[in-house]
């Protein structure tokens, strides 16, 4: 498997000896969705920006698109939508992207077509014309998106990416990252919505302190402590459920929970409610949320984290 991003090592300590980044690797598969999380001050934006050669590391060691991390000619190829972008107001959203192609040196024949597609693809055609003083918080977001689209890269960095969005919004957003996905397209998010990260992203990092304290593909992460609950009709009986408890099956009124990889351990339950002719309502599959594994990789101790 190839890889869009690979780091070995990533150290940035600031002026007064702040590490906010302690010596991070890390690798992202070209043509995926990558989720970068963590707690605010974990070193998110410090990540990318330094992959941007926005600000300049301690350390830094790895390779993106192929090329020694900072290698000028490969960032042409990167797209990116920072967090709280702003844009010069009396500017037209048209002229935002006009001006981000021509600083990656897009032709003006491709820069005329791409802008009006990706301003039809974001739901901006309609605001093009107008100034970005007259846009929602939203609506700036969607030209930011954009912009960052303008010079067809293979790498695309969207740092929050539905911050300001409405909901129609964000499901808009969701299905134009899944596209770029489509496309061959790498994407790294960074984004504080871990619901929504967990259904867009093949796999996730999740950085605290300048660390990574958790990573992997979404499906193999959420897989653990997954179990199968079986909801019937009223609390199970009293003998029923002395009987379930024996065979290590968890019982708490109606809710029977099974802690199993897969629905053979299931089928035993079920046949034994059935033979006792008691009715069942639901049975279904239960997994760790994105959420919650966040939540405790972050905050280990169960004391309240910032996020």
């Known amino acids: 498997m190839s890889m869009a991003v690979s780091?070995?090592?990533?150290?940035?300590?600031?002026?007064?000896?702040?590490?906010?980044?302690?010596?991070?690797?890390?690798?992202?598969?070209?043509?995926?969705?990558?989720?970068?999380?963590?707690?605010?001050?974990?070193?998110?934006s410090?990540?990318?920006?330094?992959?941007?050669?926005?600000?300049?590391?301690?350390?830094?060691?790895?390779?993106?698109?192929?090329?020694?991390?900072?290698?000028?000619a490969t960032l042409s190829k990167v797209g990116y939508l920072p967090e709280h972008a702003k844009?010069?107001?009396?500017?037209t959203g048209r002229q935002v992207v006009e001006f981000s192609a021509g600083l990656s040196k897009v032709?003006?024949?491709?820069?005329?077509r791409r802008t009006g597609e990706l301003l039809e693809r974001?739901?901006?055609?309609?605001w093009g014309d107008k100034p970005v003083g007259s846009y929602s918080k939203g609506m700036k977001q969607r030209v930011g998106l954009a912009q960052a689209l303008v010079n067809d890269p293979e790498l695309v960095f969207l740092d929050e990416p539905t911050d300001g969005v409405d909901p129609g919004g964000r499901i808009e957003i969701r299905k134009l990252i899944e596209a770029m996905r489509a496309e061959g397209k790498t994407v790294f998010v960074n984004s504080h919505l871990l619901a929504e990260v967990e259904q867009v992203a093949d796999h996730v990092v999740i950085l605290a302190k300048g660390r990574i304290v958790e990573s992997g593909k979404v499906s193999d992460l959420t897989s653990r402590g997954r179990h199968y609950e079986i909801?019937?009709?009223?609390?199970?009986?009293p003998g029923i459920r002395e009987k379930?408890?024996?065979?290590?099956?968890?019982?708490?009124?109606?809710?029977?929970?099974?802690?199993?990889?897969?629905?053979?351990?299931?089928?035993?339950?079920?046949?034994?409610?059935?033979?006792?002719?008691?009715?069942?309502?639901e049975v279904r599959e239960a997994r760790i949320s994105l959420e919650d594994l966040f939540l405790s990789a972050v905050n280990p101790d169960?004391?309240?984290?910032?996020?």
């Open 302 to 307: 169960g004391t309240e984290a910032s996020r």
């Open 107 to 112: 032709s003006s024949t491709i820069t005329k």
């Open 46 to 72: 410090t990540l990318v920006k330094s992959l941007l050669t926005i600000l300049r590391p301690t350390e830094c060691r790895g390779t993106l698109l192929g090329q020694p991390i900072g290698h000028r």
């Open 231 to 237: 909801r019937t009709e009223g609390p199970v009986p």
């Open 7 to 44: 780091i070995e090592c990533l150290r940035k300590i600031y002026r007064g000896g702040f590490e906010a980044l302690a010596g991070v690797s890390l690798e992202v598969p070209a043509g995926s969705v990558f989720g970068l999380l963590g707690p605010n001050g974990a070193g998110k």
């Open 87 to 91: 844009f010069p107001e009396y500017l």
């Open 244 to 281: 379930f408890n024996a065979e290590g099956w968890e019982v708490a009124g109606d809710r029977i929970s099974i802690q199993a990889q897969d629905a053979g351990p299931v089928q035993p339950v079920i046949d034994a409610l059935r033979a006792e002719k008691i009715s069942i309502r």
């Open 122 to 126: 974001v739901g901006m055609a309609s």
